[in-house]
């Protein structure tokens, strides 16, 4: 029972997805090519939503579910790192028509394809940790 929280959070998730319409490959396409502002609305609400939340956590010093003080950490001043990974995130992104959040909502939908592109982010993600020590950072 101490999972069910996330269980229900991941079902919520999912519904708020497939509802508007972010695991949508079209609407991911429209924003690629730059033909809808739909996605860049669900993006832009994303990011306000997260400011929001963060100015939130450190104005009332929340705590997680564990009592720990929630801590944010500043981030190297090296933006190549992220031109380069946000590229490849991009490419893939836009390749597969999914990000990893819709890619588990379109399997629930019953679109099993997108078993390729969730078995191929494992891959990535297993390389990347075979690679790391050997990439730079």
């Known amino acids: 029972m101490k999972g069910l929280k996330f269980i229900l959070t991941g079902i919520f998730f ?3 997805m497939a509802k508007s319409e972010a695991i949508s490959w079209y609407r991911i396409q429209e924003m690629f090519r730059f033909q809808s502002f739909h996605m860049y609305g669900i993006i832009g609400t994303a990011v306000i939503l997260g400011a929001i939340a963060v100015f939130v ?3 009332f010093k929340l705590k997680d579910s564990a009592g720990n003080p929630i801590t944010f950490t500043d981030k190297e001043k090296s933006w190549r790192k992220y031109i380069f990974g946000g590229s490849i995130f991009g490419l ?3 390749l597969t028509g999914a990000c990893p959040g819709p890619m588990f909502v379109n399997v629930g939908y019953g679109y099993w394809a997108m078993l390729v592109v969730i078995l191929g982010a494992l891959l990535g993600t297993y390389l990347y940790g075979v690679f790391q020590k050997k990439l730079p950072h």
Do not use: L, N
Request: net charge positive.
């Open 57 to 59: 956590i450190k104005k």
């Open 92 to 94: 893939g992104w836009a």
């Open 14 to 16: 999912g519904i708020v």
